[in-house]
């Protein structure tokens, strides 16, 4: 268990770590079942539902988590050196990224929140609930990405639409969230002063690196994903002019992720720019894996909902390994 996962369990939606059990709806398929209230006047961008009881909600959310984090684990643990193009680093850098963007959305539902495409069944059952209640809006509810935010005390989630580039904007949602949980490390009563400023430092790091080379909003790993899969440079694919000395290291890196990612150095890569992202994204995966573990050892219900999603996936990579 890292140092991290103590900063950031008080912030973890509260109850989540009691669901037990396989989790296979997420929150679109909550949506759809309609059974929640509409009090508030809901507008074409944005919504409020509330629930009777909290744990369906955590249900929901812990569906998506099992999801999103195997999709996590499933990309970058098929990350590997072809035989036949062994300078080759596209596959690396492009799935190592899916991984991260994965992690970052389930660790953003962890915490209570969620970056959830609002598609037209979605739209559907909102604007009859609300309806219902008298409070849908005049224009119809507009579908597409929403940052929901579940809150357990109150019963609801609300969720407000999102414009942009589904991956740009998910990126500076999840990059306030860390700059967030930075300040708030230092604030965790029940951690020493120097695990508080270690862990608040080592987010202030990622929330730099997801700002490099003056990214806007949090977007640089998806820069680099977009500069490699779309424009096809950086020498990651044949024939690889202008490769640099450092890349032959990447594949020895792709674990990196199964350490404690306090451990893992975020800052001093110079202009070795491909090795500053896949570090990042390690963090990322890393901090989720660890999070999963520890969640998991506190479900007191049965068996937890990682067991059954991402903890079953890797282990069942771990058992293939040996």
Known sequence: ?????????????????????????????????????????????SFE???????????????????I??????????????????????????????????????????????CTQIERAQVSSLMRVGNLFGTAPASPLAGGLYHLICDKRARTISGTALSGSSHEVFWRVFYERVLRLSNEALSVSTESLANRQLASAKLSELGKNLCFRSAPRGRWLSTIRNTVNYSQRLAAW??????????????EKIYEWGEDPLDLDLSSYGDKDLRRFQASCN?????????????????????????FGVLACLNLANRART
């Not at 679109?28 to 507008?43: A, K, V």
């Not at 963090?283 to 067991?307: E, K, L, Q, Y």
Request: hydrophobic share 35%; with cysteine; aromatic share 12%.
């Open 1 to 45: 268990m890292s140092i991290l996962d103590d900063i950031a369990r008080p912030f973890w939606l509260s109850g989540l770590n009691q669901i037990s059990g396989p989790q296979l709806k997420g929150v679109g398929g909550l949506i759809c079942d309609e059974n929640y209230q509409i009090y508030s006047q809901m507008t074409p961008t």
């Open 49 to 67: 539902l509330s629930f009777t009881e909290p744990e369906p909600c955590l249900r929901a959310f812990a569906g998506d988590i099992s999801r």
């Open 69 to 114: 984090g195997s999709a996590s684990f499933e990309s970058v643990l098929g990350v590997t050196k072809s035989k036949v193009l062994p300078k080759s680093t596209a596959w690396l850098i492009i799935q190592t990224y899916y991984s991260a963007f994965f992690s970052a959305h389930a660790l953003l539902r962890t915490l209570g929140e969620s």
């Open 238 to 251: 044949h024939p690889y002019s202008g490769r640099q000395n450092y890349y032959g290291q990447l594949f």
């Open 283 to 307: 963090f990322i995966i890393a901090t989720f894996r660890s999070t999963t573990a520890d969640m998991a050892s506190r479900c007191t219900t049965g068996r937890s909902f990682h067991d």
